[in-house]
């Protein structure tokens, strides 16, 4: 029954990391501009992994995709395919999850098969959880990069583009908006975090689902010998009944 426990509840956790693992996927804001300092912004921008949005001041929301994939710096590409393994993987974990709960029954499947299927379901599930933090990890690590070698000052900034410092301006540093982490970074986080949870789950309750041998299964039986021995008694029995009627 315990066993039984685990394994729904290794396959919901799962499931919920799958989810929200596509989600993550899905969404625009990996990462989203930092605005501390800004007294005035007319524009807000935020990247994810398909598509570059841009918020005007007036409300107005531009997206525009990624048209290119060679153009592409080389670790964007990697948490794309990240991502995609991880949801993939995920996917077919929870096909096989299905398949082998106890509550469903698939012809004659002996429960070691559905024991076997468990396991499979919860490595699955747990490479698809290593896929999406580090997925996550990846961009985060860039995000942080780009944060610390961009030398935006938006007081410095600001006062150039006034007018108030003339061309001291281009001395208040880089214009390039720095960008922060995105709610999707997070999301992608606790993702992978449940799934890999959900997959030891699964693993943990491989040992428990696994039919116990029947201990007399190596007890041989000798017929031969034990026939002999019956076939002796009887013979002897007979002898003494003779002895005594004579």
């Not at 908006?177 to 449940?194: D, K, Q």
């Amino acid at each position: 029954m315990a066993s039984t426990m685990i394994q729904t509840s290794g396959f919901i956790l799962g499931l919920l990391g799958v989810v929200a693992t596509i989600a993550a996927t899905g969404m625009n804001n990996w990462s989203s501009q930092d605005r501390e300092g800004d007294v005035v912004t007319s524009v807000y921008s935020y990247k994810g992994l398909w598509q570059t949005c841009v918020v005007e001041t007036s409300g107005f929301t531009e997206c525009r995709p990624f048209y290119t994939i060679l153009g592409l710096p080389g670790t964007f590409q990697a948490v794309r395919a990240l991502m995609i393994v991880g949801i993939v993987l995920g996917a077919i974990g929870i096909l096989i999850s299905i398949c082998s709960l106890k509550c469903i029954r698939m012809g004659a499947m002996e429960d070691g098969v559905k024991a076997n299927m468990t396991l499979t379901a919860g490595i699955m599930f747990i490479v698809a959880g290593i896929c999406g933090i580090s997925g996550a990890s990846v961009y985060a690590n860039q995000i942080v990069s780009s944060f610390m070698m961009t030398t935006y000052n938006p007081q410095m900034g600001g006062m150039g583009g006034m007018g108030g410092m003339g061309g001291m301006g281009g001395m208040g540093g880089n214009l390039a908006p720095r960008y922060t982490f995105g709610p999707a970074l997070f999301v992608a986080w606790v993702g992978g975090a449940v799934l890999l949870l959900g997959g030891v789950l699964k693993c943990l309750a491989f040992k428990g689902l696994m039919p116990e041998k029947s201990r007399y299964n190596a007890v041989a039986y000798k017929a031969p010998p034990q026939n002999q021995h019956m076939y002796e008694d009887s013979r002897a029995e007979d002898d003494r009944r003779e002895k005594h009627f004579v």
